[in-house]
């Protein structure tokens, strides 16, 4: 990444001075590929802090043409109609670390430097390349100054966000701020920023590094379910935490991880409402309980040992029980039925999946309870990475699902381009304006509302 490093290097410099810039050559200029990396995986340094496996050797080396594809943005353009495809928006890869870095002096000025290369260099292709802003999540308002950057001086209508952020714990250690829930801060600003840009936010990060049961030895290991459950805990929290009600326009993606996370977490959700949500949590308080019926009961089917005991056990089934302030946890989210948890996410969210994931089928055929559910997948694959390493070969390989029975082809048009028009139009109906997409999205979103 040797011309981005020199626009971040120049950019830091710009903003913060030559100190700044000289902070940032200090970390090694980011060794953010898949190329260099700790190979000794019992050296202090990794096993004192439980350092998990990164990505490494993750792009295919075969073919020198497909490797400066992923690089050069004119080469990509110019193959599109071999790849079969019409518009591609293209997310980052290995600027992606910026968003986790916990020097906050460092952490936004370094995606904006990469935010300015990136329109630069994509500015010539906006008819068939949409590149994404890096938008970094560590506090609500180095968020929402790069998302205002970033759409209305860059001209960017993609934004990528991070999926958590850390915090220091007293005792020891970090958690996860995944924004909805327990957070410090207040993030509707966020929220705000996104609706009021017309950009739905998009995320893309995982627990593969701060997973408690993470390798410092296995890449595989730590990369199977790692994006899955990022998005499992930030999508349960924004929907728990009433993100998903208070901003209505909004949609909500999560590349990478698949879409049967989503089904087992809708269904999740569903029922522990149906057993745990304010119309039946009273049934749960151990203050209700008949006491006096139990040790009736007792005393007639209870052992020797039992009876002789009566007294201590009604003591232990009469004790006094803790009571959270808030008693119904899904309060935020202002639930009424089920109906309010499943059309929400279903329609709202919306999943990245690979080209060869033989889950996406699922999607279209589910059942919560009685109800039937459609999620919404979108193909979002890796190509240039290891799982995806030739990119003319990726639609094809999406296409088997239709050519095996799996999925028909309303199914994959929705798969392959009428779900990414509902996630990014349906916020912003003229997201395709000046595309070569543009009547076919009109097509799909006809004359909605951005809140529809």
Same mark, same amino acid.
């Given at each position: 990444m040797p011309l981005v490093d020199d626009e971040i290097l120049s950019y830091l410099e710009e903003s913060g001075g030559p100190e700044l810039r000289e902070r940032y050559r200090q970390r090694a200029l980011w060794n953010l590929d898949t190329v260099q990396f700790q190979a000794d995986r019992r050296h202090p340094d990794?096993?004192?802090?439980?350092?998990?496996?990164?990505?490494?050797?993750?792009? +295919?080396?075969?073919? =020198?043409?497909? &490797?400066? $594809? #992923?690089? @050069?943005?004119?080469l990509l353009y110019e193959r599109l109609d071999e790849l079969g495809v019409d518009l591609m928006l293209a997310y980052p890869s290995?600027?992606?670390?910026?968003?986790?870095?916990?020097?906050?002096?460092?952490?936004? +000025?370094?995606?904006? =430097?990469?935010? &300015?290369? $990136? #329109?630069? @260099?994509f500015r010539p292709y906006l008819d068939r390349l949409r590149p994404a802003a890096l938008i970094p999540m560590e506090t609500p308002e180095e968020a929402v100054a790069e998302i205002d950057y970033a759409v209305r001086t860059l001209g960017y209508r993609l934004v990528l966000l991070a999926g958590f952020?850390?915090?220091?714990?007293?005792?020891?250690?970090?958690?996860?701020?995944?924004?909805?829930?327990?957070?410090?801060?207040?993030?509707?600003?966020?929220?705000?920023?996104?609706?009021?840009?017309?950009?739905?936010?998009?995320?893309?990060?995982s627990l593969q590094y701060n997973h408690p049961a993470r390798s410092v030895s296995n890449y595989v290991y730590n990369h199977i379910g790692g994006i899955a459950h990022a998005h499992e805990a930030?999508?349960?929290?924004?929907?728990?935490g009433g993100v998903y009600r208070r901003f209505p326009a909004l949609r909500f993606g999560y590349l990478e991880g698949g879409v049967m996370w989503g089904a087992s977490l809708l269904a999740d959700m569903v029922g522990h409402w149906e057993k745990r949500g304010a119309h039946a949590i009273g049934t749960l308080d151990p203050s209700n309980l008949d006491v006096a019926a139990v040790m009736a009961l007792l005393k007639v089917y209870g052992d020797d040992d039992m009876r002789a005991n009566a007294g201590r056990i009604e003591e232990h089934l009469s004790r006094r029980p803790g009571r959270p302030a808030q008693l119904d946890e899904f309060a935020a989210a202002h639930l009424s039925s089920a109906e309010d948890i499943v059309l929400p996410f279903a329609e709202r969210s919306f999943f990245g999946c690979e080209a060869d994931d033989p889950l996406v089928p699922?999607?279209?055929d589910l059942r919560v309870g009685h109800v039937p559910v459609t999620l919404r997948p979108l193909l979002g694959t890796d190509v240039s990475h290891w799982d995806a390493p030739v990119m003319n070969?990726?639609?094809?390989?999406?296409?088997?699902?239709?050519?095996?029975?799996?999925?028909?082809?309303?199914?994959?048009?929705?798969?392959?381009?009428?779900?990414?028009v509902r996630l990014h139009g349906g916020v912003n109906p003229s997201f395709f304006d000046g595309t070569v997409c543009e009547r076919e999205a009109r097509a799909v979103l006809g004359p909605l509302s951005p809140a529809v």
């Open positions: 990794v096993v004192d802090n439980w350092r998990g496996m990164p990505s490494w050797w993750g792009n +295919p080396v075969d073919d =020198a043409r497909e &490797r400066a $594809t #992923a690089h @050069l943005p004119r290995w600027t992606l670390g910026f968003l986790m870095d916990a020097d906050a002096t460092l952490r936004a +000025p370094a995606c904006r =430097a990469v935010n &300015r290369h $990136t #329109a630069a @260099l952020a850390t915090r220091p714990v007293a005792a020891s250690g970090y958690r996860l701020d995944v924004f909805g829930i327990d957070s410090e801060f207040d993030y509707d600003p966020v929220w705000e920023a996104c609706t009021r840009n017309r950009v739905a936010p998009v995320f893309h990060s930030l999508a349960k929290a924004l929907f728990m699922l999607a279209f070969e990726v639609l094809p390989e999406a296409y088997e699902a239709v050519e095996d029975g799996r999925m028909d082809a309303g199914q994959f048009e929705a798969f392959a381009f009428s779900n990414a």
